[in-house]
């Protein structure tokens, strides 16, 4: 039977910011100092990293937003490398979306929401005995079993509210994304006028004491975490058809989210190293169950600092989780309306939503749960989705090859530059990861090439499908 319902335009210029910002600013302004201090063991390489990777991730964004702007339709990413690599291609995009990018985003950003959670209301342990239980001595899914639990229940809660309606979505996101900015901005106030010496302390001691050399690798390292803060950009493009005016609006709202995240993430990672020496971050990353920011702001106001910021972390991992349900889900519906995906997911409910998709994506999220640490699901996903960043960013020159006259409302700024420089970075990026962190890209190249037999699966599927009704599969 034909799908007759169509997703609904309502939302403007003003959502598609909140929603690219949302998306970005979750666990990584909080936690990803910690690691980028214990690679680089210097306050100025790490704020030289943050500012790398923004203007990596803009030049990503104003090549992206180029396409988007051509090409703007629901599903995002999945569309434009459809048009421009075609089917395979665009359903390895969506496959690799769904079994790790876009998942094991969800994943992890609500796993911080319970971490911290939890220093606030101490969640029981639960099946001590099952505890030893592993996959091949890596995955150990009942460890901290409470904590993963409520991490399930929460991504559930997420995904049936979304499944309620786009619009209630959105408005969860404009309110967190206001308190969050306020909270971020009360830090900031209070880390840069606060006590003025044991500031000039902890940026005199901006060095490990131990002398290291920042090398281009190790550099390269440092920003997989950064990019992990500055993930989710592109997500606003997978909902392209629910935006009024979309080939205008979100090149805008990428660009604009994007720089506004960029300034952010400066300031208040300059208030952590005020507030935080490098051998401490050092040791908090060691420990691996603190969090930067809550040390940072524990020093200045005890306990009561804590709780703030305890509780602050939890209002914006909440914002970016369900930003990221709310926008992840949109590409499946694309793939299965194209026979791409499994069927089911291509279906709206009665309210125009992709319900189908959103349960799936929900199911799948809460199984990544029980697997992996934080860091290696964030270094997996970000190795995984810098190689088809790259491949849009490539599409610039060749959709401006195949349609030159095609209307852009938007054209690369510094092109050619911008976009050479970006899809040369991802080159660097991929080489890098498989050469420092071995694990993490084999998991995520082993996931990716699992969508190969799926596709021709669905192809076969779709032709006997076909042939069943006396019709002749599309190619």
Request: charge should be positive.
């Amino acid at each position: 039977m034909t799908e007759k319902r169509n997703l609904t335009r309502a939302l403007g210029l003003g959502y598609v910011i909140i929603i690219v910002i949302s998306n970005m600013l979750g666990s990584g302004v909080f936690k990803k100092i910690a690691p980028m201090a214990a690679e680089l063991h210097s306050s100025e390489w790490i704020l030289l990293v943050w500012l790398a990777a923004g203007l990596i991730t803009l030049f990503g964004a104003l090549s992206n937003a180029e396409v988007a702007g051509l090409l703007a339709d629901t599903g995002g990413e999945f569309v434009y490398l459809r048009t421009i690599y075609g089917r395979f291609f665009s359903f390895l995009y969506g496959w690799s979306l769904f079994t790790v990018i876009q998942t094991a985003a969800i994943s992890g950003v609500a796993y911080v929401f319970t971490q911290s959670l939890n220093s606030i209301i101490s969640i029981p342990d639960l099946l001590p005995s099952m505890h030893h239980l592993n996959i091949g001595g890596i995955f150990y899914p009942f460890q901290d079993f409470g904590i993963k639990l409520t991490t399930i229940l929460l991504i559930l809660f997420l995904t049936f509210l979304n499944m309620s309606g786009l619009k209630s979505g959105a408005w969860v996101n404009k309110a967190i994304l206001l308190i969050v900015g306020a909270g971020l901005l009360l830090i900031v106030m209070a880390g840069l006028t606060g006590d003025q010496d044991s500031a000039a302390g902890n940026m005199a001691t901006s060095q490990s004491p131990v002398r290291h050399t920042v090398t281009l690798s190790s550099f390269y390292t440092a920003m997989l975490a950064a990019f992990w803060a500055y993930q989710g950009w592109v997500s606003v493009g997978f909902i392209g058809g629910e935006v009024k005016h979309p080939h205008r609006n979100i090149p805008k709202g990428i660009i604009a989210g994007v720089a506004i995240v960029i300034i952010v993430y400066l300031v208040v990672n300059y208030t952590y190293l005020r507030l935080l020496s490098i051998p401490q971050l050092e040791e908090i990353n060691n420990s691996g169950n603190q969090i930067a920011g809550i040390e940072a702001i524990r020093g200045l106001w005890g306990k009561g600092g804590v709780l703030f910021i305890s509780l602050l972390i939890i209002i914006s991992t909440l914002g970016c989780t369900n930003a990221s349900i709310l926008t992840g889900a949109r590409p499946y519906y694309a793939m299965a309306r194209q026979g791409l995906f499994f069927r089911g997911t291509g279906r709206l409910n009665n309210r125009n939503v992709p319900s189908a998709s959103l349960l799936w994506q929900g199911i799948w999220a809460s199984i990544l749960v029980l697997s992996g640490t934080f860091d290696q699901l964030t270094d997996m996903l970000i190795f995984a989705v810098y190689i088809f960043y790259g491949a849009t960013a490539m599409g610039v020159f060749i959709l401006r090859r195949r349609m030159p006259d095609a209307h852009r409302p938007y054209k690369t700024w510094g092109y050619p530059i911008v976009p050479v420089i970006f899809v040369l970075f991802c080159v660097g990026l991929f080489f890098n990861t498989i050469i420092t962190r071995p694990r993490e890209a084999g998991i995520g190249l082993s996931l990716i090439l699992l969508g190969i037999p799926v596709y021709f699966l669905l192809l076969r599927r779709g032709r006997n499908r076909d042939d069943s009704r006396g019709q002749t599969f599309q190619n």
